[in-house]
């Protein structure tokens, strides 16, 4: 079967830095994507990883290693506006979004 | 933000009753896909569109169709409503086949009682 495991919740606080993983087992896969989810509202995409590395946009970092089926975000000086639900989502060989069950990030000041 | 709409934002119905939810786009784009979110399982496809008339299933199918008539609309039906069937419906919209950045809609929560 198809899998991804993250943690269900991280705790953080303000202005540290935390890192969110993901291991994915996948018929398949073309890359992985991270969304941000506030409670109540819609999925947002944050980043796409597709070949191994980091990459980087603003406070936010994204690493995939494809031979350890393995990725996690990371997420930098972190505001209290980024305590959300963090998913990461592997594209499978029918070009398909698998998605992990995501992880609440708690900041506390 | 996508130009995307979800109608009704909030339904509660009865079991066994059909129930038919809408997704708007204004963006032009070729893909569109319903999911369903419940705790602790993420975002689940229920079915997919890759073109006017051309949709179809994904993982949780069973109890749900769907209709693509024109490139803007997207509509989810559940045929005959079931308490299972509560959750919070999202749809996304995407211009590729490779769909790794989807934009969704603000959702639509459903109760069946």
């Known amino acids: 079967g198809q899998s991804l495991e993250q943690p269900s919740e991280v705790t953080a606080v303000e202005g540290a830095i935390v890192q969110i993983n993901c291991t994915y087992q996948?018929?398949?896969?073309?890359?992985l994507s991270w969304y941000q989810q506030h409670d109540g509202g819609a999925p947002t995409f944050l980043s796409y990883n597709a070949l191994d590395g980091l990459e980087e946009t603003g406070r936010f970092s994204s690493f995939l290693s494809r031979s350890d089926s393995y990725g996690y975000l990371l997420l930098q000086e972190l505001q209290m506006k980024d305590s959300a639900s963090y998913f990461c989502?592997?594209?499978?060989?029918?070009?398909?979004?698998?998605w992990g069950a995501g992880t609440k990030l708690i900041i506390k000041p | 933000d996508a130009g995307i709409t979800q109608s009704p934002r909030h339904k509660v119905t009865e079991t066994g009753t059909p129930v038919t939810l809408r997704c708007h786009q204004t963006e032009n784009h070729r893909y569109m896909y319903w999911y369903r979110q419940d705790p602790g399982h993420g975002l689940r496809l229920i079915h997919y569109s890759y073109g006017v008339k051309d949709t179809d299933k994904g993982e949780v199918s069973d109890g749900y169709s769907v209709s693509r008539s024109k490139t803007e609309d997207f509509l989810l039906t559940l045929e005959s409503a079931t308490s299972s069937q509560t959750s919070v419906y999202f749809c996304a919209i995407s211009d590729n086949k490779g769909n790794e950045k989807l934009f969704f809609g603000s959702g639509t929560q459903l109760s069946v009682l």
């Open positions: 989502a592997v594209m499978d060989s029918n070009y398909q979004l698998i």
């Open positions: 996948t018929s398949g896969f073309y890359g």
